[in-house]
C-alpha cells in the first residue's frame, strides 16, 4: 500500500513540474513571467528525485556491484547481501540524525523571491533517508527469512 501512495506521489510531484514548467514558458511568452516558477519547480523536482530514489531502491534498479556476490556460494552471498543491507541501514541512520539538525538549522533561512524556508528543501533529505531506512528494512526481513538454495 505504501508503495502505490509513493507511486502516486511521484506522479503527482512530476505532473506539477511539467503543469508548472509549461504555465512558466507561457507566461514568459507572453511578457509576464512568473518570478517565483522555478524556485517551486526545483522544490518540488528536488522531493520528486527522493521519492524516485527510494521507489528504486524497492525495485533493486540502483547501481550496484554483483561480482563478488555472483561468485560465491549461495550461504555467503546471503551473508553478504545482510552485511550490505546492514551497513545501509547504519549509514542511513547516522546521515538521518545530521539531516535533521540541518532541516532544523535552515528553517530560519529564507530562500528566493516567495522567501520560502530553507528547511522546506532540507527536509527531503530527513523524508528521504527515512523511507530508504523502512525498504532497507523490509529488504533485511525478507533476506534474513529467504532459504539458502
Known sequence: MLRRVEFAFAALLLCAVVALVGLAAIT??????????????QLIFLWLCIVAIDLGLQDERHFGLQLLQDNVRPGIRKIIEIVNIVVLILLLAFLLRYAWRNTI????RLDGALQIPGSYYHASMVAGFALMIRTLLVKLVATLSRKVA
Open 28 to 41: 514568459r511568452a507572453t511578457g509576464a513571467p512568473i518570478i517565483w516558477s522555478v524556485e517551486i519547480a
Open 105 to 108: 538549522v535552515m528553517h530560519a
